[in-house]
DNA sequence: CTTGCAACAATTATCGATAATCGATAATGG
DNA sequence: CCATTATCGATTATCGATAATTGTTGCAAG
């Protein structure tokens, strides 16, 4: 009986990869909010056909960070104040809800995962890379979502993701200090890892509030 | 100065035509959990092309209903015992936010949206049309969450609203008596029009769980 | 009988062409 | 000059063909 390999072996799709290009692309500025993407332009700039662009186009549609107007085209997402108010209360919601289900059920291979994150979080802090953190602040929230075993969760707050990035690395100078976030996170893996859903819910509650506050507050 | 008309004119493309004929056939039982939806297969029944049907299956997918699985096809979703679970407390989370929200900015309008669905919630448990009352109940807080006036809410809400229709359509058996239902709308109702947030909340918390429990507790 | 390989059919993924729609600009009429 | 209509170019939507990949079946070998 042959040992079969742990990893299935799996080569992205054209679309997929065409995605990944064009999120990266939006990410890092090269599109501005409400920008039209238009798939000939796409296609030809990439090498592909159109219809490669519109599978490409449906992943992005899934991060939410384009919209598809039919027969208009597709736009990257515009973020209103409204926006940002809405997308931190979602985070707040389902954060919290993930650190609540990911205490109950945490597990050794889930504290290592969110033990490396936080690492590398409080490693981008005392690097005073800004970008990094909130990268990495993101990225703990999902692993938290991920450890939590709810798919469904998972599927949702991907749609928080996204936007929450685009909006963060435009106003990484309204995101707060390094210590802090350290400060807020260092007590919610705690409370995950040692299995106290309660305390979990609640410091994941209290701990993106201030955030949204304190974004939201400055006019854009 | 002519007079505008209030409406615009617009008529859906194909591709979303022909989601909304794939969406009735799943939520009819056509489809099982689980069938592959083979493109050429659907193209050749409904006269369109493959691509059209990329596109139906692409809106299909944002309903949560169907899922792609690249280079093996696209799928009805299945519904295990964990997705029940997992569709309630979300449900409960979301529709307890969107009833908190609603009741927060609650205009007349949202008041007349909500009594007229509540009315209709009323008339189908009278006439005992349990199908019927699990649709006009998720249709009730979709209102609410419409109302609520959160666009990314209702982005997520949406997601949630397939799964739980395609389940409660096929264990109808376990859905609450006709009375319950109105017993657990009405007083939600009022709260979200009397603009008392906090008790909208609550009852739209306490509302949904006694749903979970007693339709996960049977053995699927 | 079981396992492995090859062949073939089915299907998905991608291509590029054409039809339909929209948006911009020019022409016309009041 | 302004408002309306017509025209044209740009783009999206849909088509159908072909390439790539997967799944099934049959056959041979151990």
Chains 1, 2 share one sequence.
Not at 63 to 86: C, K, W
Not at 134 to 157: C, K, M, P, Q, W
Not at 161 to 177: C, S, T
């Amino acid at each position: 009986m042959r040992k079969m390999p742990k990893a299935r072996l799996s080569r992205p799709s054209l679309e997929a990869e065409t995605a990944n290009l064009i999120r990266s692309d939006i990410l890092n500025g090269v599109w501005k909010q409400g920008d039209r993407l238009v798939e000939m332009d796409l296609a030809n700039s990439f090498g592909v056909s159109q219809s490669t662009i519109r599978g490409a186009l449906k992943y992005l549609q899934a991060d939410a960070l384009v919209v598809h107007r039919p027969r208009r085209g597709h736009f990257v997402i515009e973020i209103s104040e409204q926006d940002v108010r809405e997308i931190s209360i979602l985070r707040d919601t389902l954060e919290s809800l993930g650190a609540r289900l990911a205490a109950q059920t945490i597990t050794e291979e889930g504290r290592n995962r969110l033990q490396r994150v936080f690492n590398d979080l409080c490693a981008a802090a005392h690097a005073g890379n800004r970008q990094k953190l909130i990268e990495l602040d993101l990225l703990f929230h999902r692993t938290v979502v991920e450890v939590a075993g709810s798919e469904r969760l998972n599927e949702l707050y991907k749609r928080l993701v996204g936007p929450a990035l685009l909006f963060l690395r435009m106003a990484d100078h309204l995101y707060p200090e390094p210590q802090v976030i350290i400060d807020l996170h260092e007590p919610l893996l705690s409370a995950i890892c040692s299995g106290d859903a309660e305390k979990a819910f609640a410091l994941a509650h209290r701990h993106t509030e201030p955030d949204a506050q304190r974004i939201v507050q400055p006019k854009l």
